[in-house]
């Protein structure tokens, strides 16, 4: 018999464990209804853990998270622990995450939800059903390359260097899961840098168009200056399906692609490892946003960023994109029926707390699939 998928939850800090008992609602159902039954774990991480055992990770919970077949976190941080020495700061848990799993792609999607279209920064018809996905470099580049620091000159000014470096199987590896991942969607990859002014940029794109020519010719690969992917992002978005780049590029395009959707609570993300034998890749799913001290403990946040993290974690580690899809088809049907939470609020809708909207996508998935 197959063993069980096994799945280590990390609520975290803040709102992290409000939004992840939402989730464990849609696992309940998937169990009782779907029959999907998951070795669930869940562990303390970041201020949580500190509070617990003088540490923002333990080592026990970094070899479950080795051994499980995905991670589901929350979130970390929060004001309670800002002077906590620097070595052990809530966030220092997640990092350590992603580093000893070698969490080198990380995926973004922006996707609009057709009632929530009014929320973006655009009109409402340059994002209205937008479905892109950046997969963003994540353990290389200008963020870690050497030599860096400041110096101070023999005048007295100083001198400042970050070195941004990239090797062939760095590039090769995120530009293979940009290409697997657009085979789940519409097979269209464009590549980014600036190889008209960085070495960097050059190396890329050769090595780009080399993974593509090795097996992956069912995808379309194009290439684009970051500059320019920058302004394309705000003119027409809905040109992109999915987004391949460095590490600092990335992040830049991420987050303005992010505000094409309107909200923070709205946004999953993933970050997958290398694969093993078997095919398997390390994964965690996170929502984008913080602990919202502000509104932690309130039942206010917004558990959708959550959900559809989990949604993802059934589409890229488990392989069950129908029930993904059913997953953000219940979200997009809440969404329809004008439910929203507070950071969505829009005039005539029904404000709803955290554990109403999850019981809601529960509600809504039943209907689904009943
Ligand atoms: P934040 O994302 O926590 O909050 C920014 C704003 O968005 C706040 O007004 C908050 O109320 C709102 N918001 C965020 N998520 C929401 C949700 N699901 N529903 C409703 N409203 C939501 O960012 P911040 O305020 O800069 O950071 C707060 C803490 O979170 C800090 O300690 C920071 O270090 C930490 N943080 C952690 C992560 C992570 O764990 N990955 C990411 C970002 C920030």
Redesign the pocket.
């Known amino acids: 018999m197959a063993a069980n998928k096994k799945l280590l939850m990390l609520p975290?800090?803040?709102?992290?464990p409000e939004?992840m008992n939402q989730v464990n609602r849609v696992i309940d159902w998937m169990d009782k209804t779907r029959h999907v039954s998951f070795d669930v774990s869940e562990d303390l991480i970041?201020g949580a853990c500190y509070d617990e055992h003088g540490e923002s990770l333990t080592d026990k919970t970094m070899a479950e998270a080795m051994n499980v077949d995905a991670v589901l976190?929350?979130?970390?941080?929060?004001?309670k622990?800002?002077n906590v020495e620097r070595f052990h700061r809530?966030?220092q848990g997640?990092l350590r995450l992603r580093k000893d799993m070698d969490l080198f792609a990380n995926l973004r999607p922006a996707a609009v939800f057709p009632a929530l279209a009014e929320a973006s920064s655009l009109k409402p018809e340059l994002v209205a059903g937008l479905d892109m996905l950046i997969v963003r470099e994540l353990t290389g580049g200008v963020y870690f390359g050497q030599p860096r620091g400041i110096e101070t000159l023999d005048d007295g000014s100083k001198r400042a260097v970050d070195t941004q470096v990239y090797t062939t199987a760095e590039i090769d590896r995120v530009c293979r899961v940009a290409f697997e991942m657009a085979r789940k969607r519409q097979k269209r990859v464009t590549s980014v840098e600036k190889a008209n002014v960085m070495e960097t940029g050059v190396l890329w794109r050769e090595v780009a168009a080399a993974a593509h020519a090795d097996g992956y010719e069912d995808v379309e690969l194009s290439h684009m200056y970051a500059d320019n992917c920058a302004m394309q992002l705000v003119r027409e978005p809905k040109q992109f399906d999915v987004i391949v780049t460095d590490n600092l590029f990335g992040d830049i395009l991420s987050d303005c692609a992010a505000m094409l959707t309107g909200s923070?609570?709205m946004l999953p993300s993933a970050s997958l490892g290398a694969p093993d034998e078997s095919g398997r890749r390390k994964a965690m799913y996170?929502?984008?946003?913080?602990?919202?001290?502000?509104?932690a403990g309130k039942d206010?946040?917004?558990?959708?960023?959550?959900i559809l993290s989990y949604a993802l974690c059934l589409r890229y580690s488990f392989d069950m994109a129908e029930d993904a899809g059913l997953v953000e088809q219940a979200v997009r049907n809440v969404l329809e029926s004008g439910l929203r939470?507070?950071?969505i609020m829009q005039p005539g809708m029904t404000e709803v707390s955290?554990t109403r909207m999850g019981e809601a996508v529960t509600e809504e998935l039943g209907k689904l699939a009943g």
């Open positions: 975290g800090d803040g709102i992290g939004v970041g976190l929350g979130a970390v941080g929060g004001p622990w800002d809530p966030e997640l923070l609570g996170e929502p984008v946003h913080g602990t919202a001290p502000d509104i206010k946040a917004n558990p959708l960023a959550m939470t507070g950071d955290c």
